[in-house]
């Protein structure tokens, strides 16, 4: 496992920022193992990720924030240190699909997905012995329009007992309150099955069926209050034709989902992604 800490940082465009930051890390040892950098010219913004080996480090990670300050505040930056010791925890939601939810596990077995994952929530009880199969607790929370405040209130619960950073919507068929939303900040990662921002919310498969695209696609995205409008993470297409039905469609569009859904998530635990605007930038 590794032993790395990673720096993002994003802030208006000026002179001198790469050489603060290298100096910084210098000072105090750091070997650094990866860095990269994005100027939007546009907005005149400058995002940087920037992660070292800790092995001989001389700054204790206690002490980084309030030595990194200064340069923080001469160059009016947002920043935020992630340390790969500390794995986020990761819960599942999930209705009736099960391909996005496989895959995930799948990976998390092998070791590709550096996190923990200490529940699983379903408004479905269809998933539940692949779920306790991999040795995970699994919930049924049903989910109606009249019990949606009382259930969601139970989920919250869960999430907070289990420490949950990181929330994983895999083909979970429910919309979430605005007030849920707001507790887990660019926290929420969906998978949804088209190419934002076109046939956004139910059943579009069906509906890029009737206007006959060409392409189909999925998305990875960060849920905000707005329904499917949050920044996007990673996409994909596919090529389709006239000859393909709604369920080649569908047939089609799952291989889509499953690797849009696997990288958005690891790139997410890898500290690899900043967001702006409605924006996201990924770092390689």
């Known amino acids: 496992m590794k032993n790395t800490a990673t720096l993002l940082i994003s802030c208006p465009d000026q002179r001198g920022l790469v050489a603060a930051i290298a ?40 002490a980084f924030p309030a030595a990194f300050q200064p340069i923080a ?16 925890r990761m819960a599942i939601f999930v209705s009736k699909y099960d391909h996005c939810l ?21 408004n ?11 040795g995970i607790p699994f919930h049924h929370i049903e989910m ?41 900040p660019q926290q929420i990662i969906n998978i949804h099955h088209s190419f934002l921002p076109a046939f956004d919310g139910a059943k579009p498969y069906h509906r890029a069926h009737t206007r006959g695209v060409k392409l189909i696609g999925a998305t990875g995205h960060y849920v905000t209050e707005v329904l499917d409008d949050g920044p996007i993470i990673e996409q994909g297409v596919i090529r389709i034709s006239h000859r393909d039905s709604v369920d080649d469609l569908i047939q089609k569009g799952r291989d889509l989902e499953k690797a849009v859904l696997a990288r958005s998530v690891r790139w997410h635990l890898e500290h690899r992604i900043l967001e702006y605007g409605n924006k996201t930038v990924i770092f390689d």
């Open 124 to 134: 479905h009880e269809d998933t539940r012995r692949m779920v306790e199969f991999h």
């Open 23 to 62: 100096n910084f890390l210098y000072t105090y040892d750091a070997n650094i193992i990866h860095a990269d950098q994005h100027q939007d010219i546009d907005q005149g913004l400058f995002l940087m990720r920037v992660e070292w080996d800790l092995s001989d480090f001389k700054l204790p990670i206690d």
């Open 144 to 184: 109606t329009r009249e019990n949606k405040v009382d259930a969601e209130a139970r989920q919250l619960a869960l999430l907070t007992e289990h420490g949950v950073d990181l929330i994983v919507l895999a083909r979970y068929m429910q919309v979430l309150s605005a007030d849920f939303v707001r507790r887990f």
């Open 102 to 122: 496989e895959d995930l596990l799948y990976r998390f077995k092998s070791g590709e997905l550096q996190c923990e994952i200490p529940l699983i929530i379903s």
């Open 73 to 88: 505040d001469r160059f009016t930056m947002y920043w935020r240190l992630k340390l790969s010791q500390n794995r986020s």
